[in-house]
């Protein structure tokens, strides 16, 4: 009687999936001054530094939420990475708290996603800008859980602002959303920035037609 040897089924080894090559691929990048990358919905983009007119409302933004935040334990922040999983975004505004210490990521690299209970946009122009603000961004952010996502849009008629409410991850979409033109006010139903009234002090009036 002869035996045989038992051959193993070859195996392959699996390599690292997409959303970890992208991020170390995202680390490693060294981008000319002036451009920042974020990794959306499962890709890595560059985009460069806003516009004035893009900064000027950011920075307005930013301004009325201090004084709305003030004595809160949550403040407003700019430039700063956001963090979910493997997925990182910079975007133009993040309310977040004001001791932040212990949701910084273990590499130091950002603050983790789940400690965010706003996340502002400023559309820039340009239709993969516009796309990606309205529906990449929406989208992620929603995935990730983030409470409050405000879009404020110059190229959305003569300029809207958008509050986006009770996010689905599962989904990634916002189950409940108030639109309005410049000029018109809308407020933050909830969270810290609960009543802050977002009008023309902040868009600046309806771009003409």
């Avoid at 922040?77 to 963090?83: A, G, K, M, S």
Wanted: proline share 8%; net charge negative.
């Amino acid at each position: 009687m002869t035996a045989l040897a038992h051959e193993a089924p070859e195996t392959t080894t699996p390599g690292p999936d997409l959303d970890e090559v992208l991020w170390q691929a995202w680390k490693a990048m060294e981008l000319p001054e002036g451009f920042h990358a974020e990794i959306i919905e499962g890709f890595i983009e560059v985009s460069p530094t806003g516009r004035y007119a893009h900064a000027r409302i950011a920075n307005r933004l930013r301004r009325a939420l201090d004084a709305h935040l003030s004595g809160d334990a949550y403040a407003a922040y700019q430039d700063i990475n956001i963090v979910h999983g493997r997925k990182v975004w910079i975007p133009d505004l993040v309310i977040a708290p004001e001791d932040a210490d212990a949701h910084v990521t273990d590499d130091g690299i950002g603050l983790r996603a789940s400690a965010v209970a706003l996340i502002a946009e400023v559309v820039s122009p340009g239709h993969d800008v516009i796309t990606r603000d309205r529906i990449r961004k929406r989208a992620a952010y929603a995935r990730a859980g983030i409470p409050v996502y405000v879009l404020i849009d110059d190229f959305d008629e003569q300029g809207t602002v958008t509050v986006l409410t009770s996010p689905c991850p599962e989904k990634g979409t916002y189950a409940d959303s108030f639109r309005r033109p410049y000029g018109a006010e809308v407020a933050v139903p909830e969270g810290p920035a609960k009543g802050f009234v977002l009008g023309g002090a902040v868009t600046g009036p309806p771009r003409a037609s």
